[in-house]
């Protein structure tokens, strides 16, 4: 039998486009669509934009069951009742702005036909005609989109869109499963690549694999801030063959900066950071192709938050607090996991170490984040903007004048690398998932030569729940670090 | 140097709208701070106090609402005292207060000394980034007005 395929409208929404979903919902997902076999199974649920500068993001969250009857399945064929269309559109709508509808089907495996593609029929084209100009054209702002499954985990994608006055289509390039976390599914639109000659990180693949290698060919990291930590982290990214990195720092390097951060020549010295951060990894890579953009910034202005959803995965190197919110919100808000890496230490009047402490902290769904385990408060951002009046309230009143302090720490190489190498950790096991779990915060202390695992759980009722896929919708304020 | 954003320009404005004083906000940050100063020239103080009104304010970080605004607040009338002495503390000064300079440098009231009140605005009731408003915290600030002027 010839097949018939209709073309479908098709146009360019962004120059990539992922979905994204968090990982819970997604295995329940499968659970319960894989239990329909040897019939298809479809779902509807609820999508959120995530637009970035040159990637859209579709996200995936509230799944919207159907009632029985609400569809007809075989393992041919799906009936969607427009009962079953008008709830989810209902919805849709009750969630607010932008949000609009993602298509979930099956193609499992049957006697009869074998193996379920998961590959877009003719049939699925022409009933996704018929049915998304219905679904977009009535969300302006939103946009919608349709998941296949195959029964070997295979799965395709596209997303429809309101496009001047029609419904026009685009295939996915990618589907990322988060949380804690980071999987990609590669759709038959992905652009990945493998690297032309893998036996220069042999020993590497050992460890994580042909597709760990691919992945991390692959992946666009986000590093916001080129400091201490920054610096040493795309060292580590860029030697260990991270295929595209993009780097934020709006610092000129100074003299002061080189006995603490790699890559910084006398000749950086006067110029951005930045810069130097891209000469160095240029030398160190091992990825190809590699690409580095380095934008003289703070990642956390509106333009940085936007294009930090271009990244897969990002690393927080920042050094203020008031920074830390946003990226915090984003990882979740976006479904981007986040390391998050700190150093703080404190010398006594003989200038012995009294109190140290590095960290490195995974924000990703599943995991508690910042505000949950109080590394975030408002009173701490508070604090943190008193500058050179800190606690002025508590002080003033009782007559008590303020600490003349320049607010400068302590901070050397090997702290900072310590707290990189735990990062990195967490990275492979993100990123490549070299273990079976997901460590929270790891903090390692002196005095007491301590490495310790926070075992603070979720706070109840934190933004972290909520915010998590919300994409657009969720308000993030952006800050500014120049001071 | 910071500039208030859009979202606290708007707070300031529901402040206003809801409190029935007209509030501004500093167009820079104190010096050395990331804080901004908010205020309304006339308020009225508490009957016993020997100046009936005034300005009133507080500051509130460039990060508002993720930062809370400060646990604390002043009045422009710096040499205010109590008509009548505390028979608790035998005195005229107002409890927990203190004249401070530089606090509101910056803002449309010049680098004048003004009287800051020490106040747990905040400590039974954490501030929430997504729910409290700067209305909340003005009526946390005035509600000194109605306690004892002791512990």
Redo the contacts between chains.
């Keep these: 039998m010839t097949d018939h395929r209709i073309s479908l409208p098709a146009a360019e929404l962004s120059q990539e486009v992922h979905i994204a979903i968090g990982a819970n919902t997604w295995r329940e997902l499968q659970a319960t669509l894989w239990a329909k076999g040897p019939h298809e199974a479809c779902c509807f649920l609820l999508t959120r934009p995530s637009r970035g500068m040159v990637r859209t993001t579709v996200l995936l969250r509230e799944v919207l069951w159907p009632e029985p009857g609400e569809v007809i399945a075989t393992p041919r064929r799906l009936e969607i009742s427009a009962n079953y269309l008008s709830r989810a559109m209902d919805a849709a709508i009750d969630a607010g702005p932008m949000v609009g509808l993602c298509l979930v089907h099956t193609h499992p495996k049957s006697e009869e036909f074998g193996e379920g593609a998961g590959l877009f029929s003719s049939r699925d084209d022409w009933y996704e005609q018929r049915l998304f100009p219905t679904v977009t054209l009535s969300r302006e702002g939103a946009i919608s989109a349709s998941v296949v499954i195959g029964s070997r985990g295979d799965v395709d994608a596209r997303v429809w869109w309101r496009d001047n006055n029609r419904a026009a289509a685009q295939p996915v390039h990618g589907m990322r499963i988060v949380g804690p976390e980071l999987r990609i599914l590669e759709t038959p639109a992905s652009p990945w690549r493998d690297h032309p000659d893998p036996a220069v990180m042999d020993r590497s693949t050992r460890l994580w694999g042909e597709e760990g290698r691919r992945r991390l060919q692959n992946i666009r990291i986000g590093v916001a801030g080129a400091g201490g930590t920054g610096s040493l982290t795309i060292l580590a990214l860029a030697t260990m063959g991270t295929g595209h990195l993009l780097v934020w720092d709006k610092d000129v390097a100074r003299k002061e900066n080189r006995h603490r951060t790699a890559g910084m020549t006398v000749d950086c010295v006067g110029h951005p950071k930045v810069i130097a951060m891209r000469a160095m990894a240029q030398s160190f890579a091992t990825a190809e192709p590699f690409t580095i953009d380095v934008i003289e910034d703070w990642a956390t202005t509106s333009e940085g938050l936007t294009r930090l959803k271009d990244c897969d995965l990002v690393f927080c190197c920042v050094d203020k607090l008031?920074a830390r919110?946003?990226l915090n919100d984003l990882a979740y808000a976006h479904l981007i996991p986040t390391i998050d890496m700190a150093s703080w230490m404190h010398p006594d009047r003989n200038l012995q170490i009294d109190a140290l402490m590095t960290h490195a902290h995974v924000w990703s769904p599943g995991i508690p984040c910042a505000w949950c385990r109080e590394t975030?408060?408002?009173?701490n951002?508070?604090r943190?903007?008193?500058?050179?009046?800190q606690g002025?309230?508590?002080r003033?009143?009782?007559?008590l004048t303020l600490d003349q302090t320049d607010g400068v720490e302590p901070s050397v190489l090997p702290l900072n690398m310590l707290g990189v190498s735990l990062g990195l950790m967490e990275f492979m096991q993100i990123a490549l998932r070299i273990t079976t779990r997901t460590p929270r915060d790891l903090k390692f202390f002196l005095p007491e030569w301590e490495l310790d695992e926070s075992d603070r759980p979720v706070r109840n009722g934190c933004?972290c729940v909520l915010m998590a896929g919300r994409g657009d919708t969720w308000a993030i304020?952006p800050?500014?670090m120049?001071? | 140097?910071?500039k208030p954003?859009e979202?606290l320009a708007q707070a300031v404005s529901d402040l206003s709208a809801r409190s029935g004083h007209q509030f501004e906000i500093s167009p820079e940050t104190?010096s050395?701070?990331?804080?901004f100063v908010v205020h309304t020239l006339a308020h009225e103080y508490r009957q016993e106090y020997t100046v009936p009104s005034g300005g009133l304010g507080f500051r509130v970080?460039?990060?508002f609402?993720?930062?809370?605004?400060?646990?604390?607040f002043f009045i422009t009338a710096a040499g205010t005292k109590l008509k009548v002495p505390d028979t608790v503390r035998n005195s005229s000064d107002l409890h927990?207060?203190?004249v401070?300079e530089?606090?509101v440098a910056g803002s449309a009231l010049g680098n004048v000394p003004v009287l800051?009140?020490?106040w747990h605005l905040?400590n039974r009731l954490?501030?929430?980034?997504?729910k409290h408003t700067l209305f909340d915290h003005y009526t946390h600030c005035i509600r000194r007005f109605e306690r004892p002027e002791h512990d």
Excluded at chain 1, 376 to 379: A, G, R
Excluded at chain 1, 396 to 399: C, D, Q, V, W
Excluded at chain 2, 32 to 35: D, Y
Aim: glycine letters at 8%.
């Design positions: 008031s919110a946003p975030l408060t408002s009173y951002l508070t943190e903007a008193q500058g050179v009046q002025i309230e508590n003033i009143p009782y007559g933004d304020s800050v500014s120049d001071s | 140097m910071h954003s979202l104190v050395g701070t990331n804080l970080p460039f990060n609402a993720d930062a809370a605004p400060e646990d604390c927990r207060v203190g401070t530089g606090f800051v009140f020490s905040w954490p501030w929430d980034r997504k």
